[in-house]
């Protein structure tokens, strides 16, 4: 590498202190990883840029896995939180999930202890310019003061800082999120690296002055007082945050929609003065307001962004207007008419890697040792970018000790669609979780993160023993609870007792665990009939339940994976030829090509392929292992 001084040699260097960079940290650190994480700015650690919430449905989903796997969100999230709120709790249990309201601050200071307190941990504060790469593998990065760290692994984690540039009306400024500068000699390196890169954007909402608002006027939302923690480790007794501040709910008005349509022409990300590509499940306010010209309002939810400060965020009214507009759209909502803004909305700008130049473990196709994680990658928030984040984090540390990577199934977690999503289909606008993306939602539960992912966590290393026996403990009091249920029977002899506890009577005799499946038993009241020897814990009764009244479906659902999984167990190999493989369409083969998919069920879900030629897969793969069978 040219001009610089060696600084310092680590087994793994991860760039960027976001959400993707700090859980990559933590993860290869506790792998016993020598790793260094080099940031711009060392009091913007985990700093969230948008809403100060973690979690609601899929992204909360991917929040629990992650805790599950030996990750440090959920923890933080737990520490610092200022509301909890289980939602969805009146629908199915595949779609429950917790949203918790976050101390914007407190949880960047937090994940910065964790990070100085962690061993085999360094941090540096830095502008990373360049990565060194010879001979198709990374080597090392050099810093804007010419410090040069060698490393055989490097995981980016720039998030939206990639030639990013801050947009407010008609101004525009070369810039990372805050004010912190953008990464550019970084992003051109990776295009010169023949990387091909996606023009993405990404918006956020003004924050105002909570002494300026009339909170009178807006329908107050209270904390959930029962909601559950994020992590399967928080205990009450952990000094938690007590997570008991209100959010607030209001509209927007029709006069405030006039002014934005007045303003079309002046908000770049409606008048066609971007050319980059938004999220379409996180609308700026004007794109509501184009979307949907006949709704009359649309909901803005008032959030503290801390436990000492009046700062609030105004969540709903993301945008790239100039700050006149912005500040005549707040004076026609009741309740904002006074309201001082402390930091104007904006919208950001930024290069990121198509994530179809990555292998299901994040490691990029070009440049061996080189691991992708977070908003690079195309997706948005910050769930999206831990969830990559420890799995990159993770197989970085493996990748240098030349084990196999960690790879989730579809089947197995969220995080396992999320990847799945990004290196087979690529993306097309900032990628955000949805419980609608995930076929197995029902084996893809809030409750269950822990059973199907700690034995997985503990096998790579970062689930620890004690932690290990207290899942396998509560793994044993479920099954125990399901045998005691099935053992014993309810039926027209109890009349009596079920009728004193508004249980419906069945006609014929029948296990507890049958009984506990109909609809209109609940597992609270039958534990009145039915006792169990000790007082069951929450998370143990919910389990029983959920698994008793969908065990029908759930079983379905499992039959199902089975059948995508045999396509999963024919592996492909990822520098196939396809010109090789008769049958293909067109499409396909040149599909095939780019995403290189090493199992066939991999290759149905690219698109444009279709049945078809799966079929001229599985063809060609036994003819080849025919031939093999014949030379042998
Ligand atoms: C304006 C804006 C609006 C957003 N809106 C939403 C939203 O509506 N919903 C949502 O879910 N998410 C939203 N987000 C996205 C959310 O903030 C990100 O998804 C999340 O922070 C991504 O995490 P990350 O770790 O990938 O990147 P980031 O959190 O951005 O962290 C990147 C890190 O890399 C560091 N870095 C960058 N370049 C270098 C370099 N060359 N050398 C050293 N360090 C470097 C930076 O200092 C930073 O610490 C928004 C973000 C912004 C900026």
């Known amino acids: 590498m040219a001009e610089g001084f060696w600084a310092g040699t680590y087994d793994v260097i991860i760039v960027g202190g976001g959400h993707a960079g700090v859980e990559a940290a933590l993860a290869s650190a506790r792998l016993g990883r020598r790793t260094l994480l080099v940031t711009l700015h060392l009091d913007f650690i985990a700093r969230m840029f948008c809403n100060p919430s973690i979690g609601g449905p899929g992204k909360g989903h991917m929040v629990r896995e992650l805790d599950a796997l ?131 954007q990404t918006s956020t909402s003004p924050r105002l002055d909570g002494r300026t608002i009339d909170f009178s006027r807006f329908e107050r939302q209270d904390p959930d007082p029962d909601a559950p923690y994020f992590s399967y480790t928080s205990r009450s007794e952990d000094g938690l945050a007590s997570a008991e501040l209100p959010t607030y709910l209001t509209y927007t008005t029709p006069p405030g929609h006039e002014i934005v349509r007045l303003n079309l022409d002046r908000a770049p990300q409606v008048s066609g003065a971007m050319d980059a590509v938004g999220p379409r499940y996180c609308p700026s306010i004007e794109e509501k307001i184009v979307r949907f010209p006949h709704r009359g309002r649309h909901p803005i939810f008032l959030e503290p962004d801390g436990a000492d400060t009046y700062e609030v965020y105004v969540q709903g009214l993301s945008t790239s207007l100039p700050e006149d507009v912005q500040r005549e759209l707040l004076l026609t909502i009741p309740g904002l008419e006074g309201a001082r803004i402390l930091r104007v909305g904006y919208t950001i700008e930024y290069d990121a890697v198509d994530p179809v130049e990555l292998w299901p473990s994040l490691e990029t196709k070009r440049v061996r040792g080189l691991f992708t994680a977070g908003q690079i990658n195309g997706t948005s928030g910050y769930e999206e970018a831990a969830a990559q984040g420890i799995l990159a984090g993770i197989n970085a540390a493996r990748f240098v000790l030349g084990e196999e990577p960690l790879v989730l199934g579809r089947d197995q977690a969220y995080i396992g669609v999320l990847v799945d999503d990004l290196v087979t289909r690529g993306v097309d606008e900032p990628y955000r979780m949805l419980t609608s993306r995930v076929e197995h939602r029902l084996l893809l539960r809030f409750d269950n993160a822990d059973r199907r992912l700690v034995p997985v966590g503990y096998r790579v290393g970062l689930v620890s023993e004690d932690r290990y026996r207290s899942y396998l403990a509560k793994v044993e009091a479920i099954e125990a609870e399901r045998r005691r249920l099935t053992t014993l029977r309810v039926g027209p002899g109890e009349e009596e007792v079920l009728r004193a506890h508004y249980l419906p009577v069945p006609r014929e005799p029948l296990s507890a665990y049958e009984y506990l499946r109909r609809p209109d038993v609940s597992f609270a009241d039958l534990l009145r009939v039915v006792p169990p020897p000790s007082p069951l814990p929450r998370d143990v009764a919910e389990a029983v339940e959920i698994e008793a009244k969908y065990e029908g479906y759930i079983a379905r659902e499992a039959q199902e994976v089975a059948r995508m999984r045999r396509l999963e167990g024919k592996r492909l190999d990822p520098d196939l030829d396809y010109d090789a493989v008769s049958g293909l369409s067109q499409e396909a083969r040149e599909k095939l090509r780019r995403v290189r998919p090493l199992t066939v069920g991999q290759a149905a879900r690219v698109p444009g392929v279709h049945a078809a030629d799966v079929s001229a897969l599985l063809v060609y793969l036994a003819h080849r292992e025919r031939r093999k069978e014949a030379t042998r």
């Open 70 to 200: 030996g990750g440090e969100m959920a923890r933080a999230a737990d520490r610092t939180a200022l509301q909890r709120r289980m939602l969805n709790t009146s629908k199915g249990p595949a779609v429950r999930a917790l949203r918790a309201q976050v101390d914007r601050a407190a949880y960047s200071r937090y994940m910065r202890r964790v990070l100085e307190e962690t061993p085999n941990l360094d941090l540096r504060q830095g502008a990373v310019v360049a990565l060194d790469v010879a001979d198709g593998r990374v080597r090392g990065v050099r810093l804007d003061t010419g410090a040069v760290y060698e490393t055989a692994a490097v995981v980016l984690a720039t998030g939206t800082f990639l030639n990013g540039v801050v947009i407010v009306g008609e101004r525009r400024t070369p810039s990372g999120p805050e004010n912190l500068p953008a990464a550019r000699a970084l992003g051109e390196q990776l295009v010169r690296l023949g990387f091909r890169v996606l023009r993405l």
